[in-house]
């Protein structure tokens, strides 16, 4: 499968995963606009124009939803996207915010890997309130480590039950002596395996788990009949790093942006 088509396969996907994990959320200009709360990472708009030429229309509708609840719109866009969605965004104050690499493997043969020793990895049980709860605590502790800034947590936790919960999705818990280390995430979306939501607790960092979790949910997908795996990373990011190592390519780069 070309590059282009793995792209605009993951926009899609991710789009209407994160969706239908939402509270709430509109479709507009072939994508999805989503709001869940003040400070969500699901209050965003993805999968835009990837069918043709976007109308002033829908992009003031996407900005009307967003004004409506009290949060700057903000837009991830493929670079496969009509360009006029670029200008009506522009034209509109939207500005560069951050960038995302969207990396992708064949999955023609088994994943093959040694797990770290001394570490283990079992799937979270969907109906199992404290195993998901200890898996999302686990998975937004990994990430707050790593954020600029102290937010409150509450909305990513929230978040992560609700996307750990959805009937695509995998998770996987890692354990060092019987306390959590790492979680990670897998969403069944074929024809693609699509990596999602990995962290690893800085005190077990640098002992291979990050590269064990690529491996182990790439295998998944491959026993699951997925024809590719893909994964994101901002570039030049260690996700970016070890899925090269694996036999990741780069599918796009990917821009958000916001309006303030």
């Known amino acids: 499968m070309e590059p282009r088509a793995i792209a605009a396969l993951e926009e899609t996907r991710q789009a209407r995963g994160v969706a239908e994990t939402s509270p709430e959320s509109i479709r507009v200009a072939g994508g999805w ?87 283990t990895v079992r799937e979270v049980s969907k109906t ?52 959590p280390a790492g979680a990670a995430s897998l969403e069944i979306a074929e024809p693609l395996a699509r990596l999602i939501g990995a962290s690893v607790l800085p005190a077990f960092r640098r002992r291979g788990i990050q590269t064990a979790l690529v491996q182990l949910r790439a295998r998944q997908g491959w026993l699951a009949g997925c024809s590719h795996a893909t994964i994101q990373s901002r570039p030049g990011g260690g996700t970016e790093r070890n899925a090269v190592r694996l036999g990741f390519q780069v599918a796009c780069t990917k821009v958000t942006l916001d309006r303030r």
């Open 33 to 119: 606009a989503c709001w869940a709360e003040p400070g969500s990472w699901q209050n965003q708009a993805m999968g835009l124009g990837m069918d043709g030429p976007v109308r002033d229309a829908s992009l003031d509708e996407l900005i009307a939803f967003y004004d409506a609840h009290g949060t700057p719109p903000q837009v991830e866009v493929s670079p496969h996207a009509h360009a006029s969605l670029i200008g009506g965004l522009r034209d509109r104050g939207f500005a560069l915010k951050a960038f995302e690499t969207v990396l992708y493997r064949a999955l023609d043969a088994p994943v093959e890997g040694r797990w770290p020793e001394g570490i």
């Open 128 to 179: 199992d309130e404290d195993d998901l709860r200890c898996y999302v605590e686990t998975l937004t502790a990994g990430f707050a480590a790593d954020a600029a800034e102290t937010s409150d947590p509450g909305p990513a936790l929230r978040a992560g039950l609700r996307v750990t919960k959805h009937p695509r999705v995998r998770s996987f818990l890692v354990e060092v002596d019987g306390e």
